[in-house]
C-alpha cells in the first residue's frame, strides 16, 4: 500500500517535490529569526544590489586610471597639440588629485547627467536615453523568447526521451542542440545575414526605421538561439530527472491528462534548478548584446560602447558600462525574486 502512503504526502499545496517542502517551510518558520523569509530576502538582496553599484562605480571610474599611458593623449588624438591635449585633459578632469576626481565622477552621477561626452557634444545621460530602450527591447524580447522556447522544448523531449525511450530523438537532440550552442554570436549573426538578408533577401541586414518590426528578427534570433538550445538541455536534464521521482509516479497513478500532471508537477519542481542556471546564461546575453549590436547596426548600448571605445570617449564608455553592469544586476535580482515566488524554500537558502 505504498502507494496510499505516498498519495497521502503530495496533493495540496501546489507542486510537492521529494522531502515534503511544507514540513521544511514550517521549521524554519517555526523559529523567531526566519519568521518573514521575503522580508530577509528583500533586505539582503537589496543590499546585495548597493554593493554591485558601488563596486561598478569604483570599477568604471578606475577604467580611465588603469588605461596605459596618458588618456589625455589618446582621447585628444594623434595629431592633437599640446595645447589640445591639456584642454582635453582639463574637461576630463585628470588634472585633479584622484579623490577630487572621484568625487566629481561620483557628483555627475549624482546629478544625472553622468559627464559630457566630447565626441558626441552631448550629456552622457541624454546618449544613453536615447539608446536604452534599443538594448532594452532587444534583451527583452530575446530573454522571453528563451524561455518560452527553451522551457517546452527541453520538457517535451525530457518526457518522449524518458526511460530510454526513443533514443535516436535524444541524440539528436543533444547534438544539434550542442552544436548549435557552440557556435560563437558573432558567427551566428553573420550566417544568418548571409542566408536571410542577402541570399533570400526576406528581412533587412540591420537596423532600418522603415522596417522596424522586421529588423528585430534576426538580431532576436541571433542572439537567443544559442540560450535556447543551453536552457533546453538543462530542462531535458532536470525533467529526466523529476519523472523519476516518487510524486511523479504516484502523480500518474491518479490518472490526471498529460497537461495538468506536467504543468502542475513537473514544471514547477524543475524550474528551481533551471531558473538559476538559466540566470546565468541570460545575463551574460547582455554582454552577448554588444556583439550582436554592432554586426545589425543595432542603434543600442552594444554598438554606442563600440562606437565610444573607438573615439576614445571616456565618459561615455564609462557611463555605459555602468549601466549595462546595473541592468545586470537587476536582471539577476529578477531571477531570484521569480525563483523565491516559485519556490520559498529556496528564500531560507539565499538567507543562510
Given at each position: 500500500m505504498t502507494l496510499d502512503t505516498t498519495t497521502a504526502v503530495i496533493p495540496t499545496g501546489g507542486p510537492a517535490s521529494p522531502g515534503s517542502p511544507a514540513g521544511g517551510t514550517a521549521a524554519r518558520t517555526s523559529s523567531g529569526r526566519r519568521a518573514s523569509p521575503w522580508l530577509q530576502f528583500a533586505i539582503k538582496r537589496l543590499f546585495g544590489l548597493v554593493i554591485t553599484v558601488v563596486v561598478l562605480v569604483v570599477v568604471t571610474f578606475l577604467i580611465v586610471q588603469l588605461i596605459p599611458g596618458d588618456p589625455a593623449v589618446g582621447a585628444a588624438g594623434p595629431d592633437a597639440t599640446a595645447q589640445r591635449i591639456d584642454e582635453v585633459r582639463t574637461e576630463l578632469g585628470l588634472d585633479l588629485p584622484l579623490l577630487q576626481q572621484f568625487t566629481h565622477y561620483v557628483a555627475t552621477l549624482l546629478d544625472g547627467t553622468m559627464g559630457q561626452s566630447f565626441s558626441l557634444n552631448s550629456t552622457v545621460s541624454d546618449i544613453i536615453a536615447s539608446r536604452l530602450p534599443f538594448t532594452a527591447s532587444l534583451a527583452l524580447i530575446s530573454i522571453l523568447l528563451v524561455l518560452l522556447v527553451a522551457i517546452p522544448l527541453g520538457m517535451t523531449v525530457g518526457i518522449l526521451t524518458r526511460g530510454g525511450r526513443r533514443r535516436p530523438v535524444d541524440i539528436a537532440f543533444g547534438f544539434g542542440t550542442g552544436f548549435i550552442a557552440a557556435i560563437p554570436p558573432y558567427v551566428m549573426a553573420t550566417l544568418l545575414v548571409v542566408v536571410f538578408a542577402v541570399t533570400l533577401a526576406v528581412l533587412p541586414p540591420a537596423y532600418s526605421k522603415n522596417h522596424v518590426g522586421t529588423s528585430f528578427v534576426l538580431p532576436v534570433v541571433a542572439l537567443a538561439i544559442g540560450p535556447i538550445c543551453t536552457v533546453?538541455?538543462?530542462?531535458?536534464?532536470?525533467?529526466?530527472?523529476?519523472?523519476?521521482?516518487?510524486?511523479?509516479?504516484?502523480?500518474?497513478?491518479?490518472?490526471?491528462?498529460?497537461?495538468?500532471?506536467?504543468?502542475?508537477?513537473?514544471?514547477?519542481?524543475?524550474?528551481?534548478?533551471?531558473l538559476t542556471l538559466s540566470g546565468l546564461i541570460l545575463t551574460s546575453m547582455i554582454g552577448g548584446a554588444i556583439i550582436i549590436e554592432t554586426v545589425f547596426a543595432?542603434?543600442?548600448?552594444?554598438?554606442?560602447v563600440v562606437q565610444a571605445i573607438a573615439n576614445k570617449d571616456y565618459p561615455l564608455i564609462q557611463g555605459i558600462i555602468l549601466v549595462l553592469g546595473i541592468l545586470a544586476a537587476v536582471l539577476t535580482l529578477l531571477v531570484d525574486v521569480i525563483?523565491?515566488?516559485?519556490?520559498?524554500?529556496?528564500?531560507?537558502?539565499?538567507?543562510?
Open positions: 533546453a538541455r538543462v530542462v531535458r536534464r532536470e525533467t529526466a530527472v523529476v519523472l523519476e521521482q516518487d510524486y511523479m509516479r504516484t502523480a500518474k497513478g491518479w490518472r490526471l491528462s498529460a497537461l495538468p500532471l506536467y504543468a502542475k508537477y513537473a514544471l514547477p519542481n524543475l524550474l528551481t534548478s533551471t543595432w542603434p543600442g548600448l552594444g554598438r554606442g525563483l523565491g515566488a516559485i519556490d520559498p524554500r529556496t528564500l531560507g537558502s539565499k538567507n543562510d
